[in-house]
């Protein structure tokens, strides 16, 4: 597994970026947001993996197609407050196959957000 192309969170960009450099959709596609979780789940190729995590706010909600998950086969993985090892294997794996993060916005103070 490696990546061959990083695009930012504009559906449209994303959108053309995955039918000009895949047949049907990306093997895997990484939600750190939670919002941009439905972009996600369009991203995956049938039998794709969508893996989300982050803090999001208290009461987030996102509307997915329930139906073109299931049919799809997708495969969503979630992950709250994993352990120091998890994010060093995870930093560990984008270093060795030269990942470089694309990052699309920034949360000013992020203790105010979580309150």
């Known amino acids: 597994m490696g990546v061959d192309v990083v695009v930012g969170y504009d559906k449209e960009e994303l959108m053309r970026a995955i039918n000009e450099n895949t047949d049907g959709g990306v093997d895997a596609a990484i939600?750190?947001?939670?919002?941009?979780?439905?972009?996600?789940l369009d991203a995956v190729r049938p039998e794709g993996t969508v893996v989300t995590f982050g803090v999001l706010e208290k009461s987030s909600t996102v509307q997915i197609d329930i139906r073109r998950f299931y049919?799809?086969?997708?495969?969503?993985i979630g992950i709250h407050?994993?352990?120091?090892?998890?994010?060093?294997?995870?930093?560990?794996?984008?270093?060795?196959?030269?990942?470089?993060?694309?990052?699309?916005k920034s949360i000013k103070d992020a203790q105010s957000s979580m309150s």
């Open 71 to 76: 049919l799809r086969h997708t495969r969503l």
């Open 31 to 40: 939600d750190s947001i939670g919002d941009t979780l439905p972009m996600a």
């Open 81 to 104: 407050n994993a352990s120091g090892s998890y994010l060093k294997e995870a930093i560990n794996f984008m270093v060795s196959r030269d990942v470089r993060p694309f990052i699309s």
